[in-house]
């Protein structure tokens, strides 16, 4: 039996996983790992522990979807089919205020009702992977040419015959094994890698009680004018949930370069100053029944891998593959273009007879 391991269970991996169960015969071991505790990546839902009554959660991570006038002809099919099955829903841009460039370019927007990882979780369960959480990877070796094994940090391990790391790059760089040995063994792959880098950011998530009114006609606010915050939305009421028998959230992203002040503090102590800072900007905000913090450390994106190729295989046989928003775009579909360029990377080796 083929096995392949997706490493990251976010939009690349399951995206990638799920186009490897189209076209690879049927009984192929498609494996995920992923350190955290459940799908989604940086297309993070985070649900109330508090509020009992009703359901309340908040998008973390992502905050819309967009559809560029660039990817319309290759993508509006695929958003289309979205729509129908309740994943996506056009966002209202009635009741966005503040600096953006939301109106640019012919772009089209789009919310996910339940939450952004459920456009994860959409393509997870396409995929029919066997999906293992809090499995952080800490080496990659290749035993030989048919096989690779990948530890975790309990130190266990397991052989597979073709890989696919979705982490941030930096995550990738710290890895131990042979992988070292590839990388020392294209020096100039090596330091485009290093090259790679990624802004930072913290997020809150405020959850209410069912009822409570929060008083601002907005969804989405941008700010400029705060050292600190960048964009607030009422997640529920960006994601199209007012008057459902929702519970109400809010969600704060701070500024990029606050996130890189304060990228090595931990995120509760942060998280006390970014409500300070809500505070001033918004004091008629109710207190609320739960506050969650979020640190992305890779956040988007700022420089990619030159040329933006999709996925770098960085050995042949047996095969290792390189993919996510790093050798793309940090958006929806540029994670589906790495998913692509991935997939078509590990059924070409498997025509090839080499898998």
């Not at 660039?70 to 958003?79: E, G, S």
């Not at 829903?89 to 503040?98: Q, Y």
């Not at 690779?148 to 930096?170: E, K, Q, S, Y």
Request: proline fraction near 6%; hydrophobic fraction near 35%; include cysteine.
């Amino acid at each position: 039996m083929v096995k392949v391991l997706v490493v990251g269970s976010g939009m690349t991996g399951c995206a990638a996983a799920a186009l490897l169960r189209q076209r690879l015969p049927p009984d192929t071991d498609i494996t995920i790992w992923d350190k955290a505790r459940g799908a989604g990546g940086r297309m993070s839902t985070s649900r109330s522990s508090a509020v009992k009554i009703g359901p309340c959660t908040a998008d973390l991570g992502a905050q819309y979807i967009t559809l560029t006038a660039q990817y319309q002809p290759k993508r509006q099919q695929l958003y289309s089919d979205l729509v129908a099955e309740g994943i996506l829903a056009p966002m209202v841009a009635g009741s966005i205020e503040g600096p953006n460039r939301f109106d640019q370019d012919g772009a089209k927007h789009f919310v996910t009702p339940k939450g952004s990882s459920s456009l994860v979780k959409r393509y997870l369960e396409k995929s029919k992977a066997n999906v293992e959480y809090d499995r952080e990877i800490v080496s990659v070796e290749v035993k030989d040419p048919d096989s690779i094994t990948v530890v975790d940090t309990r130190g266990a391990g397991a052989d597979f015959n073709a890989v696919v790391l979705t982490m941030p790059v930096p995550q990738i760089l710290q890895l131990k094994g042979s992988i070292n040995k590839a990388l020392d063994s294209q020096r100039s792959v090596w330091e485009k890698l290093q090259a790679v880098n990624y802004s930072s950011r913290f997020a809150l998530g405020l959850f209410y009680e069912p009822g409570t009114e929060l008083p601002y006609p907005w969804s989405v606010k941008y700010l400029d004018n705060n050292p600190c915050i960048r964009f607030v939305a009422i997640d529920s009421k960006k994601r199209g949930l007012d008057g459902k028998n929702v519970s109400p959230s809010v969600v704060v992203h701070t500024h990029v370069q606050f996130g890189l002040q304060h990228v090595d503090e931990n995120k509760e102590e942060v998280k006390d100053v970014i409500l300070s800072h809500l505070k001033e900007c918004l004091p008629d905000l109710p207190p609320p029944a739960e506050v969650k913090s979020q640190k992305w450390r890779y956040s988007q994106v700022h420089r990619g891998y030159p040329g933006s190729p999709g996925c770098l295989t960085l050995q042949q046989q047996p095969l290792l593959v390189l993919a996510g928003d790093a050798f793309t775009l940090s958006t929806f579909d540029g994670c589906l273009d790495s998913a692509e360029a991935a997939a078509n990377t590990v059924t070409d080796y498997f025509k090839s007879g080499k898998l």
